[in-house]
């Protein structure tokens, strides 16, 4: 029988006052170490970790010893990695799986649990050897590893303990991954925020910065790094000897919108039947992949059935940029209706509400629209609504669309001729023959 665990890598930032006044308080990356009070390894120092239950998945279990240790509830956890070496536990064999989980050391208003204690981690790291430090106020641990490339393609690497094993179980291993992880992440992604309060100095965030990957930054290169991550608050913080410095931020603005592009997520539709199956892929790889998949396009016009409203669309669309389209088009998320994303479209583009009543379904269709990154094979679900609508009260989704037009049916066709609308030919030739 193998029995399932998981080993928590914890990691935090601690603050040191300086002995120099006019310099900041010193940074550290910190763990959390637990000493064991019983065999295997009794009185060594391990990972915060334990069994996974039967009712639980690794990832339940991870959060629920994260709030056991440290009182901290809904943190993001990373997959570190699967620790399977059959000798890893003398009891039997235990497959433990590691999660990285990034803390704000002060938002930990509890004690830790008994035998626990945070650990300053320092290290070296380079081609072949990684020599790590782990210490506080009453202890200090050290172990070496040597690093070896497995595949250069990937970056693969492996590590072993070239010392006396200073920690239980194969847990020198688990924190040398978990480390490197942790750098690499630092430098592809922006999780050094989770280790940050909700406000902080450019200074904090770059000693953070060099703590983990031990290596002086550039001032100039790193703050344009950062530049668009970035708010600036109206709060000042006194730093050392120097005049007050402003605090700064995460850029909550940017975060939603790469969150928007990463959880795009549509229905999959059969184009014999125009209607959802019940898979969904994500937006971006059903363009790459021509998967069939819907999307709504609303027409509005005028109740003088004299002009249609059109959509020039924003000059960074990767499709058809700075074109001309009808009044809204967008892709029905997945488990939404096509009458829903209508609306929700229609409110994001252009700021409007309107119920269904108003809002008129006129068929669903087949169209194909694509370019040499973009595949886009949709199952169309086209509405039409006669509004008389002031466009300067309008409140133009940026994103999407850069300007929006009444134009009477002479002026749609001196477009088409000139290609400069997308070719939506169901829609144009619907208007052709509502508008006077």
Request: hydrophobic residues 35%; aromatic residues 8%.
């Amino acid at each position: 029988m193998i029995d399932y665990t998981v080993d928590l890598l914890i990691f935090g930032i601690s603050n040191k006052k300086n002995s120099n006044i006019r310099e900041l308080s010193k940074k550290n990356l910190s763990i959390i170490l637990v000493k064991r009070n019983k065999d295997p390894y009794k009185n060594m120092l391990v990972l915060p970790g334990g069994y996974v239950t039967d009712n639980e998945t690794s990832e339940v279990a991870a959060n629920r010893i994260l709030e056991k240790e440290t009182g901290l509830k809904d943190i993001k956890l990373y997959l570190s990695g699967v620790n399977d070496c059959v000798t890893r536990d003398p009891r039997g064999r235990t497959v433990s799986i590691s999660y990285i989980a990034l803390v704000d050391i002060e938002k930990i208003n509890q004690k830790l649990i008994d035998n626990s204690d945070w650990y300053d981690i320092d290290y070296v790291a380079n081609n072949t050897h990684i020599d790590i430090k782990l210490s506080n106020i009453n202890n200090s641990i050290f172990f070496s590893l040597e690093r070896k490339t497995i595949d250069k393609k990937s970056k693969l690497e492996k590590y072993y303990l070239r010392n006396e094993r200073k920690l239980g179980f194969d847990h020198e291993l688990i924190i040398t991954k978990g480390l490197m992880d942790l750098r690499d992440k630092v430098q592809n992604t922006d999780i050094v925020f989770d280790l940050l309060p909700d406000n902080f100095t450019i200074g904090a965030l770059e000693q953070v910065y060099e703590n983990i990957l031990k290596e002086k930054i550039i001032n100039s290169a790193f703050r344009r790094k950062f530049a668009d991550k970035l708010q600036i608050t109206d709060q000042k913080v006194k730093t050392g000897g120097h005049r007050p410095s402003y605090l700064y931020k995460y850029n909550e603005a940017s975060l939603k919108e790469n969150q928007k592009i990463l959880e795009e997520i549509i229905d999959i539709y059969n184009p014999e039947t125009l209607e959802k199956t019940s898979e969904v892929i994500s937006k971006n790889s059903a363009h790459k992949l021509g998967i069939w998949h819907g999307s709504i396009h609303l027409i509005i016009v005028n109740k003088e059935k004299t002009k249609a409203l059109f959509q020039q669309r924003a000059s960074s669309k990767d499709l058809y940029p700075n074109m001309w389209d009808i009044a809204v088009g967008g892709h029905v998320a997945a488990k939404e209706t096509e009458a829903y994303a209508c609306r929700r479209e229609l409110e994001e583009e252009l700021g409007l509400k309107y119920d269904d009543k108003e809002i008129l379904f006129i068929k669903k269709y087949k169209e194909e629209l694509s370019n040499k990154t973009i595949n886009s094979k949709e199952i169309v679900s086209m509405f039409i609504l006669y509004k008389d609508i002031d466009i300067n009260n309008i409140k133009l989704q940026k994103e999407e669309v850069k300007n929006i037009k009444w134009l009477t049916k002479e002026e749609i066709n001196k477009l088409i001729q000139e290609k400069k609308t997308i070719p939506h030919t169901e829609e144009y030739n619907l208007l052709n023959d509502i508008l006077k």
